[in-house]
């Protein structure tokens, strides 16, 4: 599925602020429902066929996805699990000079994009494992 994204909005399919029922009627598969880990307040959902986790908040709305293969997420063009994370960077610092580099990702808190690349260190032309779209308070 492409998913060109809209910072801190989602994506054309979904919009943050959706309610669960909402969320998995407009991706129309199967998902699969856990917790990511023992202490999430909420569970999250998995449409493994597109590649897409949804997050929600405790009030059951929409306020994170996480895109990983055979999904095509994009921003400016570039396709944010095919590009290379340096590639990815320049495009991102082109409308957030503030990223935030990690060891294995780095997350823009002004656009509500972050990447999951723990290889990058080594090889920064891998793309990224993973992608997630994000809500503006998500990481408050």
């Known amino acids: 599925?492409?998913?060109?994204?809209?910072?801190?909005q989602g994506f054309e399919k979904l919009k943050f602020g959706t309610q669960i029922d909402l969320v998995r009627e407009s991706l129309g598969?199967?998902?699969?429902?856990f917790k990511r880990t023992s202490s999430a307040e909420m569970p999250?959902?998995?449409?493994?066929?597109?590649?897409i986790f949804t997050y929600y908040k405790t009030t059951g709305v929409l306020e994170a996805i996480e895109f990983v293969s055979p999904a095509r997420p994009f921003y400016g063009g570039v396709s944010l699990l095919e590009a290379g994370v340096d590639e990815i960077i320049k495009?991102?610092?082109?409308?957030?000079?503030?990223?935030?580099e990690?060891?294995?990702?780095?997350?823009?808190?002004?656009?509500?994009?972050?990447?999951?690349?723990?290889d990058a260190d080594e090889n920064p032309n891998l793309p990224p494992e993973s992608v997630i779209a994000f809500a503006k308070d998500y990481y408050d």
């Open 91 to 100: 495009t991102l610092m082109e409308h957030d000079s503030d990223i935030e």
């Open 1 to 8: 599925m492409n998913a060109e994204i809209k910072p801190l």
């Open 29 to 33: 598969v199967a998902y699969k429902t």
């Open 44 to 51: 999250c959902d998995f449409f493994e066929s597109l590649g």
């Open 102 to 118: 990690t060891n294995d990702g780095l997350t823009s808190y002004k656009l509500g994009i972050g990447i999951y690349a723990p």
